[in-house]
């Protein structure tokens, strides 16, 4: 997250998600070859392949304004 002075004293808050080997209903056939999946999961950076959930939960905690 980066923030950028806004004029008039209001700052802009930057956010970006970039979701990469996500589990969704159009990847499913992908993940299901095993000589696919197999090597990717060798190093995950989150331990596992992601989900739509992933990606909802990482918008809901952006988008608090904590």
Excluded at 49 to 64: E, H, K, P, R, Y
């Amino acid at each position: 997250m980066r923030w950028y002075p806004g004029s008039g004293g209001d700052d802009i808050r930057v956010d970006a998600i970039a979701e990469d080997q996500t589990v969704s209903r159009m990847t499913a056939g992908t993940f299901a070859d095993p000589q696919w999946t197999q090597p990717t999961l060798t190093h995950p950076p989150a331990g596992g392949l992601g989900g739509s959930q992933d990606i909802a939960f990482t918008v809901l905690f952006l988008a608090g304004g904590a």
